[in-house]
Structures are given as structure tokens and as C-alpha cells.
């Protein structure tokens, strides 16, 4: 499969634990990015890298959030002290990276806080 | 104002029918416009992208941007039910990074 790939599918986890998701971008794809989405509205940008380095971070990464791509080929998004607002389905995308270019998603983790 | 603009529908067609859905945006240095559609509890799959102002035609979808008007649309002809789905239409360009803005997805049914 060269798609970007997600992990886990899903995860429920109680208010206050910490979580991590993982995505694996497509093969050679420089930027990655994370998105959110809750039901009824379309994806809101989390944040991008250009390989390794993280280069924007939207205001909805709150300091309980923290993305990581330490090698510049998969990447972690962590959640502290999960709180229940924190719901969400949480997308990756990747792009090749040149100048501008569409994005590739992933299947999404669907987070459930109890 | 959020700067992308989509009405959310629903929008309920006969099968066969020609689709018409669109997006306003205010953002100026948007410059790449896209489509996706999104099945239920699955990721966004991208159907259609365009840069700049002018039509795109992939088979039965026709996407078509007018920068001018900050206006973008897609069309779907002889709509079936197997595209019944959210499409979701988004843009980038320099805005002082390079991310997706998406706006918040139209759901189609198309009935046989």
C-alpha cells in the first residue's frame, strides 16, 4: 500500500490520558501535515513540516498538543491530559512539496474521550 | 468570516442528474483549488485540483475557478448513487505557509 497510512484506526481513551497517533506519508512526500475534523464540519489545519522541520502551527494546537517528525518520514501527534472536547477524527495528509501541490490523506484516527 | 465559504446542504438529487456545488473564499493568495469527496467516517480522497482561474474536466466532474470572483465549483454529470458523499472543496497558496484551507464539506444524496 502506498498510501498515507495511519495508526491507530481508532482509540478510546479516558479524559486526562495522554495518547499518540502516528502517520507514515507516502514514499518521498517532503511536507506532511495533521488536520482535525469534527462531525459536520471539513478538516482545520493542526500543523505541516517540510521534512523534519515543523514550520507552522495553528492556534488550535493547544500546549497539550505536540507533533513530531524527527527523521523527516513519519510523525507523531501527542495529546496531554486528553479532555473530551478533544473528540475528533485527526487526519494526515502528505504532499511531494515542490511549490504547491494537492494533498494526500490518510484514513484518519477517530478519537473517543471518556 | 471564515475564508472558505461552503453551504453545507444537504442536497438530495434524482440519479442522472447534473450537480452543481460551489465555494466563496476571501483569501486573495489562494491559488491552488481542489476538490475532495469524503465517504462516511473515511479520509478525504482528492477527486479534482486546479490552479488558477479556468475549467478542469476529469470524466463526469468539471471543476471550474473564477479568481475574480473568488468563486469555485464543481459539476457532476449523470450524478449516481455511488456519489453520494460530503465533497469538500479547499485551497492553498503562500498565505505565509503552504497548508490546505477546507471548507466545511457539502452532503450529497443521490437517489436511484
Known amino acids: 500500500d502506498t498510501g498515507v497510512s495511519q495508526n491507530p484506526r481508532h482509540k478510546i481513551t479516558k479524559r486526562g490520558q495522554n495518547v499518540t497517533f502516528r502517520c507514515d506519508p507516502i514514499s518521498e512526500h517532503n511536507r506532511l501535515y495533521w488536520y482535525r475534523q469534527t462531525l459536520g464540519q471539513g478538516p482545520e489545519f493542526l500543523t505541516y513540516f517540510q521534512n523534519e522541520a515543523q514550520l507552522e502551527k495553528s492556534r488550535l494546537l493547544s500546549d497539550r498538543f505536540s507533533a513530531e517528525r524527527p527523521k523527516g518520514s513519519f510523525s507523531t501527534l501527542e495529546i496531554q491530559r486528553t479532555e473530551q472536547g478533544d473528540s475528533a477524527m485527526y487526519l494526515c495528509a502528505s504532499s511531494p512539496g515542490q511549490g504547491e501541490t494537492e494533498a494526500f490523506f490518510g484514513q484518519g484516527t477517530r478519537l473517543t474521550v471518556v | 468570516q471564515k475564508e472558505v465559504e461552503q453551504d453545507p446542504g444537504p442536497l438530495s438529487v434524482p440519479e442522472g442528474a447534473i450537480v452543481s456545488l460551489n465555494c466563496t473564499y476571501s483569501n486573495s493568495a489562494f491559488q491552488y483549488f481542489m476538490w475532495y469527496r469524503q465517504y462516511s467516517r473515511k479520509g478525504p480522497e482528492l477527486l479534482m485540483y486546479?490552479?488558477?482561474?479556468g475549467n478542469k474536466e476529469d470524466g463526469r466532474f468539471t471543476a471550474q475557478v473564477d479568481k475574480s470572483s473568488k468563486y469555485i465549483s464543481l459539476f457532476i454529470r449523470d450524478s449516481q448513487p455511488s456519489d453520494s458523499a460530503t465533497y469538500l472543496c479547499?485551497?492553498?497558496?503562500?498565505?505565509?505557509?503552504?497548508?490546505?484551507?477546507f471548507g466545511a464539506g457539502t452532503r450529497l444524496f443521490v437517489k436511484a
Open positions: 486546479t490552479y488558477s482561474s
Open positions: 479547499a485551497m492553498s497558496g503562500f498565505t505565509g505557509g503552504f497548508k490546505t484551507i
